[in-house]
C-alpha cells in the first residue's frame, strides 16, 4: 500500500491560501516562480503543504503577490504554530495519514455545533391556519393573501400581481429543487412582473453536500442530493437575463455575527482566518434586481 503522507492540517490551510493569493495575482507556478526566486517545485510543496513553511519565503511569497501586510503578518503568525504537537500526537504511529488532516482540523476548533432546521407542522402550511395564525400581527397586512400551489407549477403564476414591483423571498427554497425547477420558477416570476427583487440564501455545493448530515433532514427522507447548489453568487443571474446580483451579505461578515451564541463567534472566526474556507461555505444572503 502506498503512504499518502497528508500534510499537518495548519500547513494545509496555508498551502491553500498561498494558492488563491496566487490565482489572485494570476500567476502561474512558473511565474510565482520567477518573481519569488523560489523553485517551482518548492512552490508546490509549500501549496500543499507537504514541506515545513518557512516564515521568510512566506513572505517573500505574499510580498510578490502584492497581499496586504495584516494578511501577511496572519500568515506567519500560523507558520509558527503549523507543526505545534496534537492531542493526539501519542498515538500519531496509528492514525492513518488520511485521517491526520481531517483530525487536526477538528483540533483547531475550540467549540463544535451543528445547525438544526425547525420543522413546521403540516398543519401550519396550509392558507387557512398561516392566515388564522398571522391575523392579529400587525407585521403582516390585514388584505394579503395565501396561495397554496406547487411551486414546480405553472398554474400558480396567474395569481401573482402583473402590474406592480415583485418581492421574491426565497428562504431556504431553491436547494429543495432541481436546478431546472430553480430556473423556471423564476423565469415564470420575472417574466410576470415588471420590476422586482429576488432575496435567497445561497447553499455553496460544500453546504449541500453537508445537509444529509442534519438528523431533521435524515428523519423527513428529503433527498437534496440533486438540489439546487451553486459556488458563484453571480450563477442566478444566468437564470434568467434581467437578474443582476445587487448585493451579497456573508454570515461570517455580517455585523449580526456580534450577537450570536460565543460558540457561533468563534467558529466564524476561525473561517474568516481562511477567506477560501468561507467563500467556500458561506455564499450568504443574495439580493438580486430586475
Known amino acids: 500500500m502506498v503512504s499518502r503522507g497528508d500534510p499537518a492540517p495548519l500547513r494545509w490551510l496555508i498551502g491553500v491560501e498561498l494558492a488563491r493569493y496566487r490565482n489572485a495575482a494570476k500567476l502561474s507556478l512558473t511565474e510565482a516562480s520567477d518573481h519569488s526566486g523560489i523553485s517551482r517545485a518548492k512552490l ?45 500526537a501519542p498515538w500519531a504511529q496509528v ?21 438544526e432546521p425547525i420543522i413546521i407542522p403540516g398543519l401550519l402550511q396550509t392558507g387557512q391556519y398561516a392566515a388564522a395564525l398571522t391575523a392579529s400581527t400587525p407585521r403582516v397586512r390585514a388584505d394579503h393573501s395565501e396561495l397554496e400551489a406547487d411551486a414546480t407549477s405553472p398554474d400558480w403564476i396567474a395569481a401573482v400581481p402583473a402590474d406592480r414591483p415583485l418581492a421574491i423571498l426565497a428562504d431556504g ?23 422586482g427583487e429576488l432575496i435567497m440564501n445561497g447553499y455553496t455545493t460544500l453546504a449541500r453536500s453537508l445537509m444529509p448530515r442534519v438528523k431533521a433532514i435524515r428523519d423527513l427522507g428529503i433527498d ?13 443571474e444566468s437564470w434568467h437575463p434581467r437578474v443582476r446580483l445587487a448585493e451579497r451579505t456573508m454570515l461570517s461578515r455580517s455585523p449580526y455575527v456580534d450577537r450570536m451564541p460565543r460558540r457561533v ?21 443574495l439580493r438580486f434586481t430586475f
Do not use: C
Not at 510580498?63 to 509558527?80: E, G, H
Not at 492514525?95 to 451543528?114: C, I, N, Q, R
Not at 425547477?181 to 420590476?195: E, F, G, I, K, T
Open 44 to 88: 508546490g510543496h509549500l501549496e500543499t503543504g507537504r514541506q515545513q513553511q518557512d516564515p521568510d519565503d512566506i513572505a517573500r511569497l505574499l510580498a510578490t503577490y502584492q497581499v496586504d501586510q495584516r494578511d501577511i503578518d496572519r500568515l506567519i503568525s500560523l507558520t509558527s504554530r503549523a507543526d505545534e504537537a496534537t492531542w493526539w
Open 95 to 115: 492514525v492513518p495519514d488520511w485521517l491526520k488532516t481531517f483530525v487536526g482540523l477538528e483540533g483547531l476548533a475550540e467549540s463544535e455545533f451543528v445547525f
Open 173 to 195: 427554497f431553491f436547494p429543495f429543487l432541481s436546478p431546472d425547477d430553480s430556473h423556471a420558477v423564476v423565469q415564470r416570476l420575472v417574466d410576470r412582473a415588471p420590476s
Open 224 to 236: 437534496t442530493a440533486g438540489g439546487t447548489a451553486f459556488d458563484d453568487p453571480r450563477e442566478p
Open 265 to 285: 463567534r468563534t467558529a466564524i472566526r476561525i473561517m474568516n482566518a481562511f477567506p477560501r474556507l468561507a467563500e467556500r461555505s458561506d455564499l450568504g444572503v
